[in-house]
């Protein structure tokens, strides 16, 4: 069976075998139905009033609250809209995960709660994969892009553990003492997980999904793409291969899509320069200069 959500046409196989989803189904032709109205969405907060909506999706295994260090730099002009991804943090309830799910519900999220329907967009990690869905699938909502840390995994023959270690990785993290890991990873801020929500289940759904993550189709709105340069003892570099492979998908449709590394920063550079990253996300959404210590790629 396939379901169309907005734009998007959906196996039920890829959102999940359990259609006990928050919306109203409206019948059409043949086999497929339409999402109307939903009765319940993903939990989001609110800030500024703003005339122009930003929407900020966190990445694996967080919540929105992984913004809270980068939502004091940016202007109070802009409207944010700051969700929680299926399967996280207070959306912990609408399962299970997948990118196409998540990218559907903040469409969703953005025609109900965004300034005049649309908004730019802002994805880390995991969100970049979600915005990029969203941009290709349901590109109305989306006036332009900012993505950090995106990456494309293709399935091995170690993907089915990835998993486990997934799961294992923030118990472990856990453990730390916060000084250790801030000096490890250049004063980098980084929470500690909450493992309740951090499910074994939740953790397949994300690296080791039944239908792998494709790339994107070409979208139509201006991005920019970056990948965190700064590696070493500690593996956090992004793949600046996919970085430029996404540009190159997304200039076919809009040349202004560029791609940019920045040497000093880590994958979750969100919390070791919150104010950069705020900077960078205005400058690139009012069409300025970004700051210094990007490279282009």
Request: some cysteine; charged content about 15%; aromatic content about 10%.
């Amino acid at each position: 069976m396939r379901l169309r959500v907005g734009t998007t046409w959906v196996d039920n196989t890829v959102i999940g075998a359990k259609w006990d989803f928050p919306y109203n189904i409206e019948a059409t032709r043949g086999y497929s139905y339409h999402f109307t109205m939903p009765l319940d969405e993903l939990y989001h907060t609110a800030h500024n009033a703003g005339n122009t909506t930003v929407v900020l999706i966190h990445g694996a295994l967080v919540s929105g609250l992984y913004w809270d260090l980068v939502i004091p730099h940016l202007p109070t002009s802009y409207h944010l809209l700051v969700p929680d991804l299926p399967g996280h943090g207070k959306s912990q309830s609408i399962t299970p995960f997948s990118v196409e799910l998540a990218s559907c519900m903040i469409a969703q999220l953005i025609r109900m709660h965004a300034i005049n329907g649309s908004a730019h967009i802002v994805g880390h990690s995991l969100g970049a994969q979600v915005a990029m869905r969203l941009a290709s699938t349901d590109p109305d909502v989306v006036n332009s892009i900012f993505i950090s840390g995106f990456g494309m995994f293709p399935r091995t023959s170690i993907t089915p553990y990835i998993p486990y270690a997934a799961w294992a990785m923030p118990r472990v993290e856990n453990c730390l003492a916060r000084p250790l890991i801030s000096w490890a990873m250049d004063g980098a801020d980084i929470p500690r997980i909450d493992t309740s929500v951090c499910t074994l289940d939740l953790c397949r759904q994300i690296v080791s999904p039944v239908t792998p993550t494709e790339w994107p189709s070409p979208w139509p709105a201006r991005t920019l793409i970056v990948a965190a340069g700064k590696g070493g003892l500690v593996p956090t570099k992004d793949s600046l291969h996919d970085a430029v492979k996404l540009m190159e998908i997304g200039r076919e449709r809009n040349g202004e899509t560029v791609a940019y590394t920045h040497l000093s920063m880590r994958h979750p550079w969100n919390r070791q320069a919150p104010r950069l990253f705020a900077e960078t996300a205005e400058a690139w959404f009012e069409h300025k200069e970004l700051p210094k210590g990007f490279v282009k790629l």
